[in-house]
Nanobody
């Protein structure tokens, strides 16, 4: 089992920045690829970003490419999502997830956090 706890969400104005963190415990963190997903009100959960287990490879949804950066610190068992130039359409609950390989598929992730709310005001 891997337990994931997200933090860092909040209210920010459009154009602002936030950094989300996801702290992992349980099985060896560095064995897992990590991902961030989000779910806006009334919409399905969608892929945001993913990172390989060593952090050498990263993947992004087109909607966040160039604005968001995913990173990880295996010594701290933590994955981050730096979000810049935020837009109102980025408003969502953001979830951290762990799985065997980096993937855009929700089904490819084995463990999920409970999420942290990000609200971007216009």
């Amino acid at each position: 089992q891997v337990q994931l706890v997200e933090s860092g969400g909040g209210l920010v104005q459009a154009g602002g920045s936030l950094r989300l963190s996801c702290a992992a415990s349980g099985r060896t963190f560095s064995n897992y690829a990590m991902g961030w997903f989000r779910q806006a009100p009334g919409k399905e959960r969608e892929f945001v970003a993913a990172i390989s287990w060593r952090g050498f490879s990263t993947y992004y949804a087109d909607s966040v490419k160039g604005r968001f950066t995913i990173s990880r610190d295996n010594a701290k068992n933590t994955v981050y999502l730096q979000m810049n130039s935020l837009k109102p359409e980025d408003t969502a609950v953001y979830y951290c997830a762990a799985g065997p390989i980096p993937t855009m598929s929700l089904d490819g992730m084995n463990y999920w956090g409970k999420g942290t709310l990000v609200t971007v005001s216009s």
